[in-house]
């Protein structure tokens, strides 16, 4: 079974929303299907909370927000949460 990617040109998206906060949905692809990933960023002075909404399943993440990698734990995040959804 091939896993969901978010593709590389998307994850712009992720690192903006990080920057900014706010909401967005992002696909996740496989061949001949996608899925979609809805999440939220909260932003503190210390942390970026981020609420991720996959398949019908709620996680959350909590992420240091001067970590450069962020946008990239985000990516991994949202991948490992659509392919647990679609093992399920």
Known sequence: MNSYLIPFAR???LH????VGGSAVCGLT????TIHA????ELT???AIVTVDVAGK???LKLKRKDP???LHLRDFIQQAANASAAA
């Open 69 to 71: 990698a962020n946008h």
């Open 38 to 41: 809805a999440f939220e960023v």
């Open 45 to 47: 002075t210390e942390h």
């Open 30 to 33: 496989r061949p001949e299907q």
């Open 58 to 60: 709620t996680q959350q």
């Open 16 to 19: 903006h929303v990080l920057q």
């Open 11 to 13: 994850q712009e998206l």
